[in-house]
């Protein structure tokens, strides 16, 4: 839950990077996603980076007050998992499985649990579940 800091000082690669160096190498690690509207207020996840325009959908800084200015991203998110090696079962999950409605984002729709599903499977190489 430590990404209720919202996008103005919460960057959840640095919360995986945190949460990696702690937890032992055996055990996953998991990136979670909140579909928005999000619990908290003005974060709205993009599924990609370049979807990533208005505020809410960039981090500006991250939780050490570091300047970020990248997007808050699906894409980003799991490409940053997939470049650590430290355990191939890292991964993502996504809070609300059965939310999904999109909101505007500028020019863009934000992430929903479809679209989340979709790209994490081609992440990961898997097939997304057919019935949906």
């Known amino acids: 839950m430590s990404y209720d800091a919202q996008t103005n000082y919460y ?3 640095v919360a995986y990077q945190q949460y990696r160096s702690i937890i032992p190498a055996q055990i996953p690690v998991l990136v979670g ?4 509207p999000e619990s908290w207020y ?3 996840l993009m599924v990609l980076e370049k979807e990533c325009a208005v505020p809410g959908t960039i981090v ?3 939780q050490y007050s570091r300047v970020v200015n990248k ?3 699906v894409e980003r998110f799991l490409n940053h998992v997939l470049s650590d090696k430290t355990n191939p079962k890292d991964g993502s999950f996504i809070w609300h499985v059965l939310l999904r409605k999109s909101v505007q984002a500028g020019a863009f729709t934000s992430a929903n649990a479809t679209t989340i ?3 994490v499977a081609s992440a990961f190489g ?3 579940n057919p019935d949906r």
Do not use: I
Request: proline content about 9%; charged content about 25%; glycine content about 14%.
């Open 117 to 119: 599903e979709q790209k």
């Open 42 to 44: 003005g974060g709205t």
């Open 60 to 62: 500006v800084r991250d």
């Open 71 to 73: 997007g808050y991203s």
């Open 11 to 13: 960057d959840p690669c």
């Open 33 to 36: 996603f909140q579909t928005p």
């Open 126 to 128: 898997y097939v997304a």
